[in-house]
């Protein structure tokens, strides 16, 4: 490897560590349920699940996220589409309160 491919992945490897020090640590966890191991790996593969537990979705609309993301790749059963559906449509329905992020404490510089 030559040297200059050697420093360009060690800068890499270097703000990756960086940018990951800096993510929020209050990732939200998934509700536990039958489907919550399929939809975590299903889902947060590509992104965290902030992106889900903010979401306040009918059924219908649930359907056609999950039908959405199945397309753009997400890894899912055909047999286990309905019961992700069920399951997001339950702990995210549009009666349900609305997700409140955790707030992160000011950084000192």
């Known amino acids: 490897m030559s040297k200059l491919k050697l420093l360009a992945l060690c800068v890499f490897a270097f703000c990756l560590g960086v ?5 929020p640590s209050g990732v939200p966890e998934l509700p536990p349920g039958a489907i919550q191991n399929k939809a975590r790996t299903a889902c947060t593969t590509c992104h965290d699940a902030h992106i889900i537990v903010q ?4 059924k219908a609309a649930w359907g056609k996220e999950v039908d959405k993301m199945i397309k753009w790749g997400a ?3 055909p047999s286990d589409r309905d019961a992700l559906v069920e399951y997001f449509s339950t702990n995210f329905a549009p009666d349900k309160p609305a ?3 955790q707030r992160s404490a000011p950084s000192k510089r």
């Open 99 to 101: 997700y409140v992020a």
């Open 55 to 58: 979401q306040r979705l009918s």
């Open 19 to 23: 940018f990951a020090s800096e993510q």
């Open 75 to 77: 890894i899912v059963n």
